[in-house]
């Protein structure tokens, strides 16, 4: 079983230079956060810590397969993962978030847990809309019929596409003195 201690780098203890990680994630993975979205899965996270004097950057490398479930007939499948992510963290006065990939922390933290990190980088790579694969060919397939069919459109019937450019009967006069200035 994993723990979320398990996902600790300690960065005190670290030389100025790059510092490789591997680390599993499996369904114990998963089960420490909530089940909502990734039901578990099977990945290999490497992270390469680039340790300089005033920044940390971490290079997420995240390859496997998650179990969703699918939204149309709540199946449970296998989705492919593949996420290549950066995150910088900089020393500074005070524990803040900066960014969406920058946080600043305190000189004296000993120790970064990239267990949370790991989870939200997996789940912003999942589709909104997650499909069993034997429904992603039948969408497809619908998609291209869908886009021969207009919806909607504020033309006349009989209008064409040039006449709205060239038509000055149908403007009002007021607005048609102001073409005249130049």
Not at 89 to 112: R, V
Not at 153 to 165: L, P, T, V, Y
Request: hydrophobic share 35%.
């Amino acid at each position: 079983m994993k723990k979320l201690k398990d996902f600790e780098i300690n960065i005190a203890k670290l030389s100025n230079k790059k510092h490789e990680y591997e680390f599993e994630l499996d369904d114990s993975f998963f089960d420490l956060f909530a089940k909502d979205i990734i039901l578990g899965g099977k990945l290999l996270a490497k992270v390469e810590l680039d340790k300089a004097e005033t920044l940390l950057t971490f290079h997420f490398d995240i390859k496997g397969t998650v179990r969703l479930t699918c939204d149309r007939s709540l199946d449970e499948f296998d989705h492919p993962v593949d996420v290549q992510e950066v995150f910088r963290i900089k020393f500074g006065p005070e524990n803040a978030e900066l960014d969406d990939d920058l946080w600043q922390i305190t000189e004296g933290t000993q120790s970064i847990n990239i267990a949370q990190h790991l989870y939200d980088f997996i789940g912003l790579s999942l589709p909104m809309k997650k499909l069993h694969p034997r429904f992603v060919e039948e969408t497809d397939e619908n998609e291209d019929d869908d886009q021969d069919i207009l919806i909607y459109s504020s033309k006349q019937a009989g209008d064409d596409d040039n006449s709205d450019d060239n038509d000055d009967d149908d403007i009002d006069p007021r607005w048609s003195a102001l073409r005249n200035l130049n």
